[in-house]
């Protein structure tokens, strides 16, 4: 089991950027598929961005492409959403998410929220 914990969110203008971490706790941190997902109101949940357990594989959703970036540190149990070029649609609460490596259970962190506005 993995308990997880997001930090990072806030208000930021347009076209500039912020970095969410997810810190994870229990054991075996590197057996973990991670990701990032976000939920705008009135909206699903999306997929944004997931990394393997090396971190050697990751995938972005299109509208992120070129503009996040996903990496995680195996030795602090930490998954990092680096966010540049933010426009106003990415306003969205954004969870941390952990799938074991094979498995189908899914962790989930709190969420925190990131506001684009001017």
């Known amino acids: 089991q993995v308990q997880l914990v997001e930090s990072g969110g806030g208000l930021v203008q347009p076209g500039g950027s912020l970095r969410l971490s997810c810190a994870a706790s229990?054991?075996?941190?590197?057996?973990?598929?991670m990701g990032w997902y976000r939920q705008a109101p009135g909206k699903q949940r999306e997929q944004v961005a997931t990394i393997s357990t090396s971190g050697g594989v990751t995938n972005y959703v299109d509208s992120v492409k070129g503009r996040f970036t996903i990496n995680r540190d195996n030795a602090k149990n930490t998954v990092y959403l680096q966010m540049d070029s933010l426009k106003p649609e990415d306003t969205a609460v954004y969870y941390c998410?952990?799938?074991?490596?094979?498995?189908?259970?899914?962790?989930w962190g709190q969420g925190t929220q990131v506001t684009v506005s001017s």
């Open positions: 229990g054991n075996n941190f590197r057996i973990y598929v």
């Open positions: 998410n952990a799938r074991p490596q094979g498995g189908s259970k899914n962790y």
